[in-house]
Every structure is written in C-alpha cells, then in structure tokens.
C-alpha cells in the first residue's frame, strides 16, 4: 500500500491560513488523495479528496503538486472548531479507509 | 453528506459479558461497512469489512470469534464484543461506503461507542 507522512502535529492562529502538508512518493497513478479529520470524542469526517487537480470545497482546498508525490489541505481561515487529527489517505476506487497517524492541529485563541 | 449513526454511544459492562453496537446507514444503502477501533491517543485500526449478506472479511491478527460481526441489512450492521475483557476497553467506530456518484467513492463514518469493560 502507498503510504504517506504527515508531521506529528501543527499549530495555528485562529483566523489565519493553515497548510497542512503530506508526502505521498511512492503513489500511484490510480491513487485518489483523500483527507479526513477526527475532532476529539467523535468519528472521523471527510474532508475533500483529488486525484491531480487542486479541489476546493466548502471546508477546505486541496492542492496537489504537478508529480503527485505531495499534497496540502488548505484551511482558509482556521476557527477552534478546526482543532483535530489530520489525516491524508491514498486509496484506489473502492478500497478501505488506511488511517495512518495524522496531523494534530491546534488552533490557538 | 450522507449519515451514519452508531448505538449506542457508551457502554459499561462486567467483564465476561457481551456487547453488541449497531451501525446505520441513515439515508443511504450500504452494501459495504467497516469496522474500526481506537485506543487513546493512537490512530484508527481496520478490525473488519462488511458485506451485506455475506460473512466479515477479517484483517490479520483480529479474532473474528470474539468480535462477531452481522451485515443483515443494508443499512444495518452489528458488531458483538463477546466475552468482553478490559484489555476490549476502546472506541469503536463503523464507516459506511456511499454507492458511487462518480470516480471514487466516499466513507462516512458513525460518531463511535466507547466500551469501558470493567
């Protein structure tokens, strides 16, 4: 399975721009990116998911480098709702959800 | 986006008791669900994948006799924690795969149960 690294955790002001970046060198060319987040005490929720193309969606954006071996989660304005675990995942159509360990964003007042 | 409900939210049983936790797909047909679990502070673990009549495919080292899971329906799937030990102590979530509305598809998942087994 293609794997992925995030950094363990990230912090940021609230209000402010949060990039959250993933590592994917060994993905291939039917692998989807796909982000989750995990708020404290509840199931993980989707976030957004591409292929090669920058996505944006009413959470968050998506932009994946030219060679697909990188992505990053933008969150435009970072609220203290958004203070969760991260998590960037490659899947093909049809696969299970892999969960590695994450990115945990705290999002300071 | 789609809804996936878990009951119930918390249990606390005796030890040697078994637990059953139910997974619904609120507004669409799942013919495939997952289940996981998380211990604190770590990240989420695949224990099994569900079909909907059909029997659970297992991941390596989960003992399908003590986690006995049922796929009836395909909106409901149940997870039996039998026997439960507190080592079983844990959360645990169901996903739900949506039907295809494009190239991928989407997971949803269910807000968990925690199980504390005393």
């Known amino acids: 399975d293609a794997k992925t690294t995030q950094p363990n955790s990230m912090e940021s002001n609230e209000e402010e721009p949060v990039h959250l970046p993933c590592n994917h060198s060994?993905?291939?060319?039917?692998?989807?990116i796909h982000w989750y987040r995990q708020l404290p005490s509840q199931g993980p929720e989707y976030v957004i998911h591409?292929?090669?193309s920058n996505v944006n969606n009413r959470m968050a954006s998506l932009a994946i480098a030219e060679d697909r071996k990188s992505s990053t989660l933008i969150l435009h304005r970072a609220t203290l709702r958004d203070a969760a675990v991260y998590y960037c995942?490659?899947?093909?159509?049809?696969?299970?959800?892999?969960f590695g360990p994450g990115t945990s964003l705290s999002v300071i007042p | 986006g789609a809804v996936v409900s878990q009951h119930p939210s918390w249990v606390i049983c005796k030890s040697g008791t078994s637990v059953k936790i139910e997974c619904r797909s609120l507004?669409?047909?799942?013919?495939?669900m997952f289940w996981y679990r998380q211990f604190p502070k770590q990240s989420l673990m695949l224990m099994a994948t569900?079909?909907?009549?059909?029997?659970?495919?297992?991941e390596q080292g989960v003992e399908k006799d003590k986690f006995l899971i049922n796929h009836a329906s395909l909106t409901l799937s149940t997870l039996t924690v039998t026997s439960a030990h507190p080592e079983d102590s844990s959360f645990y979530i169901c996903?739900?795969?949506?039907?295809?509305?494009?190239?991928?598809?989407?997971?949803?998942f269910g807000p968990g149960t925690r199980l504390t087994v005393l």
């Open positions: 996903s739900a795969r949506s039907p295809s509305r494009g190239p991928t598809d989407t997971q949803y």
């Open positions: 060994t993905i291939s060319g039917t692998d989807y």
């Open positions: 591409g292929l090669t």
């Open positions: 995942i490659l899947r093909t159509s049809y696969d299970k959800v892999i």
């Open positions: 507004d669409f047909q799942a013919t495939t």
């Open positions: 569900s079909n909907e009549g059909s029997k659970a495919t297992y």
